[in-house]
Each structure stands twice: as C-alpha cells, then as structure tokens.
C-alpha cells in the first residue's frame, strides 16, 4: 500500500521561505510517477504549483515561478517543494500528488497547511 505523507508546512512571515517535504512509503518507484505538489486555499480549487515528472521535467504554475523549487531524492522516495519569497496569497494546505501513467494510477497525501500572515 502505498502512502504520501507530506511534512515542513507551519507559520512563516512574508518574505519567508520553508521546504515541505513528501515522503512515499510502500512500494514505489519516483522514476515511474510523475509527482506534484498541489495547493488548496480556503473557499478555493485545487490547484497544481509545481510538478516534477518521472524523467525529471518541471513545471511551475506562474504564480510560484522563480520563487519555488520543486526537487527529488530517488533514494529516499521523497520529493520536495522549496519556497522562497512567500506571500500571504501563498496560504494554502499543500498536497503532495503522485501520478503513475502506465495504469493512471494517483496517490495523494493528507496536506500540510503553510499559513503567511498579511
């Protein structure tokens, strides 16, 4: 059974940074999922920040480009989102999103809340 646990959100000032952290359990290889991170802000969509793909592509949504960093560590099984320059608008809980295409199988862990205060 495979799991996300995502970790590293917490109460941060503008202009702050954190690194949120997913870590996978079970049986799971990064190298056949393409793995994202996710956020949800109250009253608000799901939407996608950043994604890593499983032959290292990355995208960013414009709203976090050149102040987010999304990274991977295979051996760890885990997958990172580095945040810089934080804004209040960035207050969300983030999701940590695991896509495999070969069966479209997707996987999601519980959220960690990033809170920067206006």
């Known amino acids: 059974q495979v799991q996300l646990v995502e970790s590293g959100g917490g109460l941060v000032q503008p202009g702050g940074s954190l690194r949120l952290s997913c870590a996978a359990s079970?049986?799971?290889?990064?190298?056949?999922?393409?793995m994202g991170w996710y956020r949800q802000a109250p009253g608000k969509q799901r939407e996608l920040v950043a994604q890593?793909?499983?032959?290292?592509?990355?995208y960013y949504s414009d709203s976090v480009k050149g102040r987010f960093t999304i990274s991977r560590d295979q051996a760890k099984k885990s997958v990172f989102l580095q945040m810089n320059s934080l804004k209040p608008d960035d207050t969300a809980v983030y999701f940590c999103?695991?896509?495999?295409?070969?069966?479209?199988?997707?996987?999601w862990g519980t959220g960690t809340l990033v809170t920067v205060p206006s």
């Open positions: 079970g049986t799971f290889l990064l190298s056949r999922h393409d």
């Open positions: 999103n695991a896509h495999r295409s070969a069966d479209d199988r997707i996987y």
């Open positions: 890593i793909t499983s032959d290292g592509s990355t």
